[in-house]
């Protein structure tokens, strides 16, 4: 796992001849934000509140990969609505009762909580020395917790999130360690809001045969019969135990994104369509859904278990394939 003492590390620190990525600190307070430059113009930016992604620009920096509602709150006084919010450690509204996540709120507290930045790596095979990729790394500790959430989740955790910029693609990979006594239980997911040009030109493909629970529908459970997943409607199916490891994103037939899960198996496709973006006060424009699909990798079908000591690690290559 990303290890916590290797790091912060000497922000922009020059190296040999090669250019380096830029990485600048700015804001102040939940506002806080890290940027990421490449040098040749691509870019991410991510919140400390919830470590979000906000940003993720390829083709020089020309190309926003990312969709973000006009009325997103940047100010950390609610869940980001669009860029990659962070679920952990209860996906979805918690199980009524019985369950150690059973007092927090929907997704949890890692999408609301403020994160550490822990700095940019700087060892070999994490900052490419051309300076074609670099790696963010953020850190959330129970120590770190509003009291609230530490009162609804007492347990003893770490997660470290990192983030890779390379020229054409983002990886986003989350490492979860149990620093308590006693074992806990969780669910994690990436809550990727990509943006696309025209909702009705998308097509999803990489789910043939998996089976998926369709929110929609009352929770009932189906197989994936087409080869592709079109939306003329409110979509929100949590696709589990999913055999291929890549989801892609098509645009008119062309291929847009492949998202690549690593050590996790299910997938949430989400758009809420006419009136749900309606109803939400965040979500901005109201015809913003077009412009927007949430293809969400994670692990929800059932809880990750970790006793004292132990880590689990999974996360998402986003490939942008203009
Ligand atoms: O409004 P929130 O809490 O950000 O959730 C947005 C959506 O997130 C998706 O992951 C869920 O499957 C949906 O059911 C939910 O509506």
């Given at each position: 796992m990303a290890n916590r003492a290797n790091r912060p590390s000497a922000l922009n620190a020059p190296s040999a001849a090669a250019p380096e990525a830029q990485v600048d600190i700015s804001g102040t307070g939940a506002s806080s934000k890290v940027t990421a430059t490449l040098p040749s113009g691509e870019s991410v930016e991510v919140l400390l509140y919830g470590a979000t992604v906000t940003s993720w620009k390829s083709s020089g920096g020309k190309t926003e990969n990312l969709w973000l509602s006009?009325?997103?709150?940047?100010?950390?006084?609610?869940?980001?609505?669009?860029g990659i919010p962070v679920v952990f450690?209860?996906?979805?509204?918690?199980?009524?009762?019985?369950?150690?996540?059973?007092?927090?709120?929907?997704?949890?507290f890692a999408r609301t909580s403020r994160w550490e930045f822990?700095?940019?790596?700087?060892?070999e095979d994490a900052v490419d020395a051309s300076g074609s990729s670099v790696k963010l790394d953020f850190g959330l500790y129970s120590s770190g917790l509003s009291e609230e959430a530490r009162t609804a989740w007492p347990l003893d955790f770490g997660l470290v999130y990192s983030v890779t910029l390379s020229k054409d693609s983002l990886s986003t990979v989350m490492s979860v360690r149990n620093e308590g006594e006693t074992s806990f239980e969780f669910q994690m997911l990436l809550h990727t809001y990509l943006k696309i040009k025209d909702i009705s030109k998308v097509s999803i493909t990489g789910l043939l045969g998996v089976e998926y629970v369709d929110k929609v529908l009352n929770a009932s459970t189906h197989k994936q019969s087409d080869a592709a997943v079109t939306i003329t409607g409110e979509v929100d199916r949590v696709y589990s135990?999913?055999?291929?490891?890549t989801t892609s994103v098509l645009e008119d037939g062309k291929p847009r994104f492949d998202v690549v899960r690593d050590n996790l198996s299910d997938t949430v496709v989400w758009n809420p369509w006419t009136e749900k973006a309606k109803a939400?006060?965040?979500?901005?424009?109201?015809?913003?859904f077009k412009e927007m699909v949430c293809v969400e990798v994670g692990s929800v079908n059932g809880w990750q278990k970790l006793d004292k000591g132990e880590v689990f690690e999974g996360g998402q290559t986003i490939k942008s394939l203009l």
């Open positions: 006009e009325k997103a709150a940047l100010d950390g006084s609610k869940a980001v609505r669009g450690p209860v996906f979805g509204p918690p199980p009524k009762s019985g369950h150690a996540t059973s007092s927090l709120p929907q997704h949890g822990l700095g940019k790596s700087t060892s135990s999913i055999p291929q490891d939400m006060g965040d979500f901005s424009p109201d015809t913003g």
